[in-house]
C-alpha cells in the first residue's frame, strides 16, 4: 500500500507540472501503451497455439478479428506475424484513416464498419484470435457484445481483452489524466468480464498489469493490475 501511495503522489506531482514546463512527451506516452499490449497479445496467443513467437511468422493463416480497431497500428502488426486480420470499428472516419495507414505501410487488413453483434449476423466466418483491447468499456450491452464474441469465435479460439483497472489508485490516476485521455462510459472491472465469458465455456488463462513508469515514459507488464490490466481466455483450459 504505502509503494502504490508513493508511486501515486510521484505521478500526481509530475501532472501538477503540466503549466510550469513542457510534459507533451509524458502525455504522449501515457496514451500509448501499443507496444507493451502487442507483447502480450503475440505472448499469449503463440503459447496458445503451442507456436514459438520469435518465428518469422508464428500466425501463419490463423483468423484474426479486431474489435473496436480504431487507429491502433496492433492489426498491421499481426499482419507481419502471419495473420489473416479483420478489424471492426463503427466509426467510419476511423476505419478510412486506419485502411489509408494500412495500405500506405503494405499491410493487408480488411476493415468493416460494424459493430460485433451486426458482423456476427452478416458473416459465416470463425476467427481463431479475437481481440477486444480497450473496447468493452465502451460498449452499452455487454451480454449481447460477449454473445457476438463468441459467435465469431471458433471452438478453438483465444480471445485476449485489455482495459483500465477500477482500484483506487488507478481511478485517482486517471482523474488527473482526464484532460489528456477519455473516459470510458461504461466502467467495468474484469471479473464482470470473465463472469459473462464462462457462460460461453472460456476460461481465463492468463492476467497481468500494466504499470506506467515516470523514469523511461512507458508502459511495463506488473504482477497486479496497477493501472491497466491484460487478461487471455480460451476454451482449451477446459480440455
Known sequence: MAKNQHYFWQFISRITKLQERDEAPLIKAFAD???????????????????????????????????????????????????????????????????????TRGMDVTYHNATPEKFALETKEKYDIILCLDVIEYTQDLKSFIEAVNALSSEDAVVVITGRSHNMIARLIYKF?????????????????????????????HARGLTFSLETYAWHKCKFSRLRYMAAFSRKANT
Do not use: W
Request: a positive charge; one cysteine or more; charged letters at 30%.
Open 33 to 103: 501503451d501499443d507496444v507493451a499490449r502487442r507483447k502480450y497479445i503475440l505472448s499469449r496467443v503463440c503459447d496458445h497455439l503451442e507456436k514459438d513467437k520469435f518465428e518469422p511468422a508464428p500466425l501463419l493463416n490463423k483468423k484474426l478479428l479486431d474489435i473496436g480497431s480504431g487507429t491502433s497500428t496492433i492489426p498491421g502488426e499481426l499482419v507481419l506475424r502471419g495473420a489473416l486480420v479483420t478489424a471492426l470499428d463503427i466509426n467510419s472516419h476511423v476505419i478510412e484513416n486506419a485502411q489509408k495507414a494500412a495500405e
Open 177 to 205: 489524466m482526464r484532460p489528456y485521455t477519455q473516459r470510458p462510459p461504461f466502467p467495468r472491472r474484469l471479473r464482470i468480464i470473465r463472469r459473462e465469458l464462462e457462460q460461453y465455456g472460456f476460461k481465463q488463462t
